[in-house]
C-alpha cells in the first residue's frame, strides 16, 4: 500500500499536498482500491469556497458513488480536468496523475490538524 510520509491524511481517505497557500487534494490508494474501478469524478464546485469537511465532489466506480470531503476549508480554484476523460487515473496514479482539486487555503491551522502518514496507516491498519 502506497502512503507517501510527505502528505496529509483525513479519516475520509483523503491526501493533501500544501505548497504555499494551495493544497492539492486527491483520494488515497487505500480509497481508490476500495471503491474499484473508478469511471467518473464530478467537481461542480470550482471557483466556490468551501469549509473543512463540506462535499466538493463525487467520485464514480463501477459498483458505488461517494462523496469527497474537503480536508481543508478555501476556494477551489482548479479541478484536474485529465480526469474528465481518464478518471482511471485515480486508480493508476493517485498521488500524481490522479490528483483532483487545487484549493487557496484559508486557514494553514487546518492542514496542520490532518493525519500524518503514520497516523493514516494506524487508521487503515496497514
Not at 74 to 99: H, K, M, Q, R, S
Amino acid at each position: 500500500m502506497n502512503i507517501p510520509a510527505n502528505l496529509k491524511y483525513t479519516k475520509d481517505h483523503e491526501w493533501v499536498r500544501l505548497e504555499g497557500d494551495v493544497a492539492t487534494v486527491g483520494i488515497t490508494d487505500f480509497a481508490q482500491k476500495e471503491l474499484g474501478d473508478i469511471v467518473y469524478v464530478e467537481v461542480e464546485t470550482l471557483d466556490q469556497t468551501l469549509d473543512q469537511d463540506e462535499v466538493f465532489g463525487t467520485v464514480e466506480a463501477v459498483k458505488t458513488v461517494s462523496d469527497l470531503f474537503l480536508p481543508v476549508a478555501g476556494e477551489i480554484i482548479e479541478f484536474n480536468e485529465g480526469l474528465e476523460t481518464e478518471p482511471e487515473l485515480v486508480n493508476t496514479d493517485p498521488y500524481a496523475a490522479g490528483w483532483m482539486i487545487k484549493v487557496k487555503v484559508t486557514d494553514t491551522a487546518q492542514f496542520d490538524a490532518l493525519l500524518s502518514a503514520d497516523q493514516y496507516k494506524e487508521l487503515i491498519g496497514a
